[in-house]
């Protein structure tokens, strides 16, 4: 494993209190990032307890860990953790743009509440936060956005999911050249099936033929993720930005 050095680097993941998040905050933290673990407050809880619980261990291994939580879909919230960073931290390194959500259904039945709850999330979530960063991000920094192999090769009953995650991608690819002028770079990373709990609906069946047809033999691990994160948000990827780095084990 490559050591990187995030030392004196404020890191902002969302929804990073569980799953893929989670692993690359805690990738930036060993690395020796000072960390931010953001989180949706949801009605029963259940994030609030895996921040806590993510914080604690983090906490107890010598890192550096503030806990915020917001709702991307409301510019208000990401606005008010980007202040809190301004305050505390005095501005932000890194952005990673991980929260995202799945409500896959064919047309036929797919609501429009299903539509725009994804829409909300996992694409004016990701502009939300880059919009509120934009003024707290400092110079040479870096935005590594969550997309999804679904941007680029759209599965069936995924037309929400696929929908945002190809606006995820347009929307790097132009930002790039617009924070470029600062030495901002802008990238993205499209996962393809990574064993998190989002996945867990998938019927085993339906698991081992996506197996099969993945080069490497086996689904992706959240490591894998946070390693092409980690990379891409550097000092050595300066001049890397505007990209789309599929992680799928060569799939597709």
């Not at 939580?69 to 301004?86: C, F, H, L, N, Y």
């Not at 002028?181 to 996506?210: D, F, L, W």
Request: glycine share 8%; proline share 3%; aromatic share 8%.
């Amino acid at each position: 494993m490559i050591n990187y050095n995030f030392k004196s680097k404020n890191v902002l993941i969302t929804g990073s209190s569980r799953g893929m998040g989670a692993c690359i905050l805690e990738a930036f933290a060993q690395a020796g990032a000072h960390v931010w673990l953001h989180y949706w407050n949801d009605p029963e809880g259940a994030n609030f307890r895996d921040a806590e619980v993510l914080a604690n261990r983090l906490h107890s291994a010598g890192c550096t860990v503030r806990v915020v939580s917001g709702d991307v879909r409301k510019p208000e919230d990401m606005q008010a953790i980007m202040t809190e960073i301004q305050q505390k931290d005095g501005g932000l390194d890194i952005l990673v743009n991980n929260a995202g959500v799945l409500r896959d259904k064919t047309l036929k039945n797919l609501t429009l509440d299903d539509w725009q709850f994804v829409l909300d999330t996992n694409l004016n979530g990701v502009f939300h936060c880059c919009k509120t960063a934009n003024t707290i991000l400092r110079d040479h920094g870096r935005i590594v956005n969550i997309a999804s192999i679904a941007g680029l090769f759209p599965f069936h009953g995924q037309s929400n999911y696929a929908a945002a995650k190809a606006g995820v991608i347009a929307l790097t690819k132009v930002l790039a050249k617009e924070l470029a002028r600062r030495k901002i770079t802008v990238n993205a990373v499209a996962p393809g099936v990574i064993q998190t709990s989002m996945i867990e609906s998938i019927k085993p069946e339906v698991r081992a033929e996506y197996e099969k047809q993945i080069p490497m033999g086996r689904l992706g691990l959240p490591q894998d993720v946070a390693n092409a994160v980690l990379f891409l948000a550097s000092e050595e990827t300066e001049y890397i930005t505007g990209q789309v780095l599929p992680i799928t084990g060569g799939w597709f």
